[in-house]
């Protein structure tokens, strides 16, 4: 859920806006559909055009780059840091410290935001989402999950919408549909800017914790949960800022 880190140091790395918004991808396909995801076994053509190329790369920085960081100290100790302030506040929302780990990754984005500034942030959040939109962005999704899959009946989404005496569209083509549907209304409320706006402080991380709680059918906090978390959340800043300079003074620059 660290799209925005892994978004600016793609583009650091890579020195290509398209391969920056490439490594959001695997953070935004999973919010779209929770099966689409970076394969290593992805066969690619031996010539693409390099739009195509650059999120691909993209793609591979993320991978990469979360396979050092999610072992990093900096972002262990940050997590159990957060995890032990979450379950020693005893707020009475279930299972809470078991988001510490997405929760974390949220904070060290808002500490992005409020090293570089929210409009700049945006302004290249937009450039990015703008240069892989269309054919980049769905030729990397076809590299690495539509046509590695078998079309299965169960494919389709259970909330798809149906047409009365309509014939009903392949399984592969439906599922792709709605994919991209999901997709498109994500990417488009990310680039409206409230959404990440709210990642820079106590108060807008917590609704958006209680967003990623319920799509895992967990009750909506309390207000008095909901101000206690915002709290914590604004007391561990400081840290989360700290973290966010150890991670960009360290992180590989080329991990691929």
């Not at 990440?196 to 009750?219: C, E, K, N, T």
Request: net charge neutral; aromatic share 6%.
């Amino acid at each position: 859920m660290n799209f925005l880190l892994h978004r600016h140091l793609a583009a650091r790395d890579l020195g290509s806006v398209a391969a920056g918004a490439g490594a959001m991808l695997p953070d935004l396909w999973r919010m779209a559909d929770r099966r689409v995801r970076p394969s290593r076994a992805a066969d690619r053509p031996a010539a693409l055009p390099p739009r195509v190329a650059e999120v691909l790369a993209g793609i591979d920085h993320h991978v990469a780059l979360d396979r050092w960081f999610h072992a990093a100290p900096v972002f262990v100790e940050g997590e159990r840091r957060l995890a032990d302030a979450l379950r020693g506040a005893s707020l009475g929302a279930p299972r809470l410290a078991l988001f510490a780990h997405v929760l974390w990754e949220m904070c060290l984005d808002g500490a992005l935001l409020r090293r570089t500034g929210l409009a700049p942030a945006l302004d290249a959040l937009r450039a990015g989402l703008a240069a892989i939109d269309g054919p980049p962005g769905e030729a990397a999704a076809s590299i690495h999950h539509f046509l590695r899959r078998a079309p299965s009946p169960a494919d389709a989404p259970s909330d798809a919408p149906s047409v009365a005496g309509a014939s009903s569209p392949p399984a592969a083509l439906a599922d792709r549909a709605a994919f991209e549907a999901r997709l498109r209304r994500i990417c488009d409320e990310l680039a409206r800017g409230p959404w990440i706006a709210g990642y820079q402080d106590g108060a807008g991380l917590a609704l958006r914790l209680a967003g990623v709680r319920s799509r895992f059918g967990m009750p909506p906090f309390t207000p008095e949960q909901h101000d206690r978390l915002a709290a914590l959340l604004d007391a561990l800043a400081a840290a989360a800022d700290d973290a966010l300079d150890d991670i960009l003074r360290t992180a590989p620059p080329r991990a691929f």
